[in-house]
């Protein structure tokens, strides 16, 4: 079967992805920019076997989560900005139960209310501090409708290898957008989960689902033992695109859709004569420092955009050891900057060289 | 010689960290001679979230999960949806199930969700020492109540198979107590009635069990049950509030 192109949102191709990678449940409360994903989860789960529920508030939805992944079935739950706070208690719970599940951010302007058009301020929230307590989730950073379908895959897949909770970072843009897309052909073998609590069927001893653990020494063996696992996965899923980094001077770096941008900085840059090149991390946890450290040797200014006032900065500059200067760009509030002011910058930068 | 008593199979057979005189040791042991009656033990998950009864965990021979506070009628949901076939029960206290999680209870009701609540209500937050519960009776002298519940500034008890009966997915919700020897067996038939209509895959399920803490009340587990007697069945009146096999049975 050749596979087809077909033109799709990015919400609806991130929930098509899904389904084909096996997400069998899906819980979520309504919100503005990613209101297609639940769209299409309640049109499509029921006829393909599936489960879509509308939850009462996000934190009912994510510990609906937190059930299904207990059962052993791959879930997923999707919000905006503001829905992620509120989800943010069970994404701790299920991160300290060693759960897998899949939760997408598409994200808003903010703090607060914010706004309902695409920005990039969660990325403190996503990568730092997505609950309380000492752990990490997996952040994968699409950007085009072809990486939303095949991200949200494979943030299954590491979810499951890892048992942990996977997240797509998205943006308003991201998931409003309209491209081509091909969706990846999907093993239907799905892994073992012997740990699941899905009825012991008086064939094994009680599985137990836990994140409570009163002795200072229990608990401390099991946060260091979730460490030890961070750190393979450090070792292992860091993922970066280069673009024309090679001879560059100045390397601009953003993820999502300011790298949309930042491409056709560069391409224009070029133009100009100026030696640019694009750094995209394409995983934001574990952040990509094995990429970034290939660029300290040529590169003589780091360039980030963001669609924040500056939160992966802090990343990008602890992954060149602060060897090479690290410039900021930002717009914030639902506003994107374009190409011409991320070129003005670039061309400022590249007189401070010369 | 035949056995004529003994610790049901589903029960873990260890020490509980239950204060003692309190109550939940009655009502985990009635669910669990249930799950051996019914055969259900390998096909039933237990939910259990903060509160006293965080670490029944350990006391019962099912999977069981241990969830965020307020939010196990939540992760039931997420747990029956996955698995129909499968007995999903959470076991919930008044602060957890009332105040907490008040919206995670009426909205799993309903939905009609398949599953079985058991709702301890002792009238106050056992696990952290005593403060006051959304079912602190008025003028109860709790470690935030320290002149007594005064309703004209903490509000009033809330009642939640009153309030459970009025929702249409709700199956069946019954208020009993463990203070006597019969109410324990109405206990236990409710339970049972609570399982059986999830197995018939009829709506969503609650047992209230007005249960004692003789810590934080500070008397002893007589006095307790005492006051249990005195006191609280006049303000949550025990008995059946719905249950729609009843009807059905009426019907017949």
């Not at chain 1, 989800?87 to 759960?99: F, N, P, R, T, V």
């Not at chain 1, 920005?119 to 990486?147: C, M, R, T």
């Not at chain 2, 019969?182 to 999830?198: C, S, Y």
């Not at chain 2, 049950?225 to 609280?232: G, I, N, T, V, Y």
Request: with cysteine; proline share 6%.
């Amino acid at each position: 079967m050749t596979a087809e192109r077909v033109l799709m949102k990015g919400n609806e191709a991130l929930a098509e992805a899904a389904i084909r990678a096996g997400c069998k449940c899906y819980f979520g409360y309504p919100i503005t920019p990613q209101t297609e994903i639940a769209a299409f989860m309640a049109k499509n789960m029921p006829k393909r076997g599936g489960t879509f529920l509308q939850a009462e508030s996000e934190i009912a939805a994510i510990n609906m989560v937190l059930g299904a992944a207990s059962a052993g079935v791959r879930v997923m739950t999707s919000s905006s900005s503001p829905g992620i706070s509120l989800k943010s208690e069970g994404i701790s719970y299920i991160a300290a139960s060693d759960l897998p599940c899949v939760i997408i951010n598409v994200q808003r302007g903010g703090p607060g209310l914010g706004g309902i058009q695409p920005a990039q301020s969660d990325y403190w929230q996503a990568v730092k501090s997505g609950g309380h307590g000492d752990f990490h989730i997996l952040v994968f950073a699409p950007n085009s409708v072809q990486e939303m379908a095949d991200m949200v895959v494979k943030a299954f897949e590491k979810a499951d290898q890892y048992r942990i909770p996977a997240m797509i970072l998205s943006d308003g843009m991201l998931g409003q957008m309209m491209e081509p897309v091909v969706f990846p052909e999907i093993s239907d073998k799905m892994p073992e989960k012997p740990w699941a609590t899905n009825g012991h069927g008086n064939k094994r001893k009680h599985n137990i689902i836990n994140t409570l653990f009163l002795q200072p020494d229990e608990l401390e063996a099991s946060v260091n033992a979730r460490s030890k696992k961070y750190e393979t996965i450090v070792e292992n899923e860091q993922d970066a695109e280069f673009y024309l980094t090679d001879d560059a001077d100045i390397v601009v770096t953003g993820y999502g859709a300011a790298s949309r941008i930042c491409r056709e900085a560069v391409d224009e840059a070029r133009k100009n004569g100026i030696k640019a090149g694009l750094l995209r991390p394409k995983v934001l946890w574990p952040f990509p420092v094995k990429d970034y450290q290939k660029i300290v040797p040529t590169a003589k200014s780091i360039l980030c955009v963001e669609l924040s006032t500056g939160q992966m900065i802090d990343d990008v500059k602890l992954a060149v050891n602060c060897s090479v200067p690290v410039e900021f760009y930002g717009r914030t509030g639902g506003n994107l900057p374009s190409a011409e002011e991320i070129i003005k910058k670039l061309a400022e930068i590249n007189d401070s060289l010369s | 010689m035949s056995v004529v008593f003994r610790k049901p199979d589903s029960m873990a057979d260890v020490n509980t960290h239950y204060c003692p005189g309190c109550t939940h040791g009655i009502v985990h042991r009635l669910i669990c001679e249930i799950i051996d009656e019914m055969g259900i033990e390998g096909d039933t998950i237990g939910i259990c979230p903060v509160g006293c009864s965080v670490m029944a965990y350990d006391y019962f021979n099912c999977d069981m999960i241990e969830a965020p506070h307020g939010r196990a009628p939540a992760v039931a949901t997420g747990v029956k949806r996955s698995l129909p076939d499968k007995f999903v029960f959470t076991y919930q206290g008044d602060g957890d199930l009332a105040a907490i999680g008040t919206a995670e209870t009426i909205h799993a009701a309903a939905r009609g969700e398949n599953i079985t609540i058991i709702f301890i209500n002792n009238t106050t937050y056992g696990m952290t020492g005593g403060q006051m519960a959304p079912t602190t009776l008025p003028g109860q002298v709790t470690q935030t109540t320290p002149y007594g519940r005064d309703v004209e500034k903490a509000g009033y008890p809330v009642k939640m198979c009153e309030i459970l009966a009025q929702v249409d997915g709700t199956a069946l919700a019954q208020r009993v107590s463990v203070d006597s020897p019969k109410e324990v067996q109405i206990a236990k038939k409710a339970i049972r009635k609570a399982f059986q209509i999830q197995r018939d895959k009829k709506g969503f399920s609650i047992v209230e069990v007005l249960s004692t803490c003789p810590t934080n009340w500070g008397m002893s587990p007589v006095e307790s049950l005492e006051r249990l007697r005195k006191e609280c069945i006049p303000y949550f009146p025990l008995g059946v509030y719905k249950d729609i096999t009843a009807k059905e049975n009426s019907n017949d």
